[in-house]
């Protein structure tokens, strides 16, 4: 009867063991893999991603005669050019290292599918499905450089007067058993503001959380810009990322809570209108957006009231407001 006890015992305490080890919060922040120093990973060896802390993160890599014709999904980086313009210096980061004066770091690229020239989501599947806290993103050296100076293919941001309400944004959705939980927008820059001295491009890690997601089983990573031609996307279509699933900084208020205390909605779901509460001494630009990212109407100065939604289709949209704090981004659903 006691070995039965016994037995029992460590049966128990070996699932309790297994269930923590599967429910434990992971963080993958890219320093265990290795590289020469101020080089990159891009998939070339045609593995077709690589792991890191407990998480797989794709690559597609294509070549053309030997020679590299295109790569997307995520590679890894530890270059430190903050000052080269132009394609070849697609894998370093703005900020010159990774976060926290960490070496190594993720770089993901997105490519446009050639028929529609609509982006194609970079995918992280997640088993079991989690809630996954966020990750530190901030621009790559390419797409920075571009968006501060224009070349042939892209434009300046906010054009030769500097008034052009131009934008570039990550979009990241979440989904469980392919519906999709909910939508974070991060803004990699933002030149949409009445005075232009509020403008801004990300050059510093910043945190993204994602933890309004909820419980999820895959991440879809997509990037916008205000600069579009004929065949999509004029800004180079990359970001960087580091510490995925870590912890939002200790020395400030993470985007969820600071979202939570500077913009406040109601009510949600609304019916004619929508009232919004701004719990800040500044202004900003409020801009109403539908599921595909489709401008409904912008409001700048914005300082607080109510919006009328009346003559909207029932459905989902998405309200943004920009301070010199930062993008916060709400959902509502019109009924």
Same mark, same amino acid.
């Not at 790559?140 to 070349?151: A, D, F, K, M, V």
């Not at 910043?206 to 895959?218: A, E, N, P």
């Given at each position: 009867?006691?070995? @039965?006890?016994?037995?029992?015992?460590?049966?128990?305490?070996? +699932?309790?063991?297994?269930?923590?080890?599967?429910?434990?919060?992971?963080?993958?922040?890219?320093?265990?893999?290795?590289?020469?120093?101020?080089?990159?990973?891009?998939?070339?060896?045609?593995?077709?991603? /690589?792991?890191?802390?407990?998480?797989?993160?794709?690559?597609?890599?294509?070549?053309?005669?030997?020679?590299?014709?295109?790569?997307?999904?995520?590679?890894?980086?530890?270059?430190?050019?903050?000052?080269?313009?132009?394609?070849?210096?697609?894998?370093?980061?703005?900020?010159?290292?990774?976060?926290?004066?960490?070496?190594?770091?993720?770089?993901?690229?997105?490519?446009?599918?050639?028929?529609?020239?609509?982006?194609?989501?970079?995918?992280?599947?997640?088993?079991?499905?989690?809630?996954?806290?966020?990750?530190?993103?901030?621009?790559?050296?390419?797409?920075?450089?571009?968006?501060?100076?224009?070349?042939?293919?892209?434009?300046?941001?906010?054009?030769?007067?500097?008034?052009?309400?131009?934008?570039?944004?990550?979009?990241?959705?979440?989904?469980?058993?392919?519906?999709?939980?909910?939508?974070?927008?991060?803004?990699?820059?933002?030149?949409?503001?009445?005075?232009?001295?509020?403008?801004?491009?990300?050059?510093?890690?910043?945190?993204?959380?994602?933890?309004?997601?909820?419980?999820?089983?895959?991440?879809?990573?997509?990037?916008?810009?205000?600069?579009?031609?004929?065949?999509?996307?004029?800004?180079?279509?990359?970001?960087?990322?580091?510490?995925?699933?870590?912890?939002?900084?200790?020395?400030?208020?993470?985007?969820?809570?600071?979202?939570?205390?500077?913009?406040?909605?109601?009510?949600?779901? +609304?019916?004619?209108?929508?009232?919004?509460?701004?719990?800040?001494?500044?202004?900003?630009?409020?801009?109403?957006?539908?599921?595909?990212?489709?401008?409904?109407?912008?409001?700048?100065?914005?300082?607080?009231?109510?919006?009328?939604?009346?003559?909207?289709?029932?459905?989902?949209? /998405?309200?943004?407001?920009?301070?010199?704090?930062?993008?916060?981004?709400?959902? @509502?659903?019109?009924?």
């Amino acid at each position: 009867m006691k070995r @039965i006890k016994l037995f029992t015992v460590v049966a128990i305490l070996l +699932c309790f063991f297994q269930w923590l080890n599967l429910n434990a919060q992971t963080v993958a922040t890219f320093d265990n893999l290795t590289l020469p120093v101020d080089t990159f990973w891009n998939g070339s060896d045609m593995s077709g991603g /690589f792991s890191d802390g407990g998480y797989f993160f794709p690559n597609s890599y294509t070549s053309y005669g030997g020679t590299a014709y295109a790569w997307s999904g995520f590679a890894y980086s530890d270059k430190t050019d903050t000052v080269t313009t132009g394609l070849p210096n697609q894998f370093s980061a703005i900020v010159g290292k990774g976060y926290n004066n960490s070496t190594t770091y993720a770089v993901s690229s997105i490519l446009a599918d050639w028929i529609s020239y609509q982006p194609i989501p970079n995918i992280i599947k997640l088993n079991p499905a989690k809630v996954i806290n966020g990750f530190y993103v901030t621009n790559s050296t390419y797409t920075y450089l571009t968006i501060l100076n224009g070349n042939s293919f892209s434009k300046k941001f906010g054009g030769t007067t500097g008034n052009d309400p131009d934008w570039f944004m990550l979009k990241i959705q979440g989904y469980h058993s392919g519906i999709i939980t909910d939508t974070v927008k991060f803004y990699l820059a933002d030149y949409r503001f009445a005075n232009n001295s509020l403008d801004y491009i990300v050059k510093d890690w910043k945190w993204c959380d994602l933890s309004s997601l909820g419980t999820i089983d895959s991440l879809a990573f997509t990037l916008y810009s205000s600069d579009t031609g004929a065949y999509g996307m004029n800004t180079p279509s990359y970001f960087c990322m580091d510490n995925f699933n870590g912890n939002a900084p200790t020395n400030g208020i993470s985007q969820l809570k600071e979202e939570q205390i500077i913009m406040n909605v109601f009510p949600n779901p +609304c019916l004619d209108n929508i009232n919004i509460i701004i719990n800040d001494r500044t202004s900003g630009k409020i801009s109403l957006n539908d599921i595909t990212g489709k401008e409904i109407k912008s409001i700048e100065n914005f300082k607080g009231g109510s919006i009328n939604l009346r003559n909207l289709q029932t459905g989902i949209y /998405f309200i943004t407001y920009s301070t010199p704090k930062g993008t916060f981004v709400k959902k @509502i659903s019109k009924k």
